[in-house]
């Protein structure tokens, strides 16, 4: 069972920045695409973005693109997701996900992931 920990949520006010982090257990992180997913609440959760197992590729939803990076340092087993230019919209539970499947990445498809945390909460203020 692969476990992973997010952290790093927070109240930040419009336009502000923040930067997640997400834990995981075990020893193949560096095996494992990972990815961020966000959930406001009365919404479905939805794909954030994504990052291939060495890095080389990211994914980025369009309501995002340009304004959050998404990273990873496998001797860490950690991934972040850097947040600027936050605004209202951007306030959700935010969840890291790991899928350790080894066949073609999809990093927007949710049944991709196999693990997830249990979410860490960012709220911006307008």
């Known amino acids: 069972q692969v476990q992973l920990v997010e952290s790093g949520g927070g109240l930040v006010q419009a336009g502000g920045s923040l930067r997640l982090s997400c834990a995981a257990s075990g020893r193949s992180f560096s095996t494992y695409n990972m990815g961020w997913f966000r959930q406001a609440p009365g919404k479905e959760r939805e794909f954030v973005s994504g990052?291939?197992?060495?890095?080389?590729?990211?994914y980025y939803a369009d309501s995002v693109k340009g304004r959050f990076t998404i990273s990873r340092d496998n001797a860490k087993n950690t991934v972040y997701l850097q947040m600027y230019s936050l605004e209202p919209e951007d306030s959700a539970v935010y969840y890291c996900?790991?899928?350790?499947?080894?066949?073609?990445?999809?990093?927007?498809?949710?049944?991709?992931?196999?693990?997830w945390g249990q979410g860490t909460q960012v709220t911006v203020s307008s």
């Open positions: 990052i291939s197992r060495s890095g080389g590729n990211t």
């Open positions: 996900a790991a899928d350790p499947r080894g066949s073609r990445y999809y990093a927007d498809r949710q049944s991709n992931y196999n693990y």
